[in-house]
Nanobody, 120 residues
Framework: QVQLVESGGGLVQAGGSLRLSCAAS????????MGWYRQAPGKQRELVAT???????NYADSVKGRFTISRDNAKNTVFLQMNSLKPEDTAVYYC??????????????WGQGTQVTVSS
């Protein structure tokens, strides 16, 4: 079994910063792409940023220049540094990873989500 555990959400004023973490654990053979998605009330879940095992990075246009995704492969952890936060960044942030288990089965896994609230 595989679990993704997120941390680092909270309440911050506009212009502030937060750092999210997501650690994968369990029967992991390898991890390919890791990423962050978010879902605001009444809206569809959307991509925020992804990073492959080789370090290729993709950002949503709305967060370019403000958010930075990184990963620690030794710790199976992905991070999202969020700077210059705006009220429209308010959402539940979810971690997603494409993981090959020790049984050599490749699936996508989601974290439980962490709330980020930006006040104006």
């Amino acid at each position: 079994q595989v679990q993704l555990v997120e941390s680092g959400g909270g309440l911050v004023q506009a212009g502030g910063s937060l750092r999210l973490s997501c650690a994968a654990s369990g029967s992991i053979f390898s991890i390919n792409t890791m990423g962050w998605y978010r879902q605001a009330p009444g809206k569809q879940r959307e991509l925020v940023a992804t990073i492959t095992s080789g370090g290729n990075i993709n950002y949503a246009d709305s967060v370019k220049g403000r958010f930075t995704i990184s990963r620690d492969n030794a710790k199976n952890t992905v991070f999202l540094q969020m700077n210059s936060l705006k009220p429209e960044d308010t959402a539940v942030y979810y971690c997603k990873s494409i993981i090959t288990t020790t049984a050599r089965i490749t699936l996508q896994y989601w974290g439980q989500g962490t709330q980020v609230t930006v006040s104006s």
